[in-house]
């Protein structure tokens, strides 16, 4: 797989993972670690859609 495809297919599953009422399962772990999670995957997204470009962060939006 080329590093761009699979900066298109990490976005998309980042974005997947973030439009997630919840990531982790327990109460425990939402409460220790959601937002510190939320933030990490929100980092990632931004420094992926700059490595994908415009066409890049074009292509992750429209392809599921």
Do not use: D, P, W, Y
């Amino acid at each position: 797989v080329s590093e761009f495809k699979f900066c298109i297919g990490r976005l998309q599953f980042l974005r997947s993972v973030q439009q997630q009422q919840h990531i982790f399962l327990t109460e425990e772990m939402r409460e220790r670690r959601e937002l510190i999670a939320r933030e990490n995957i929100s980092r990632e997204i931004r420094e992926l859609e700059r490595e994908a470009g415009l066409i890049g962060r074009a292509i992750a939006r429209v392809a599921k």
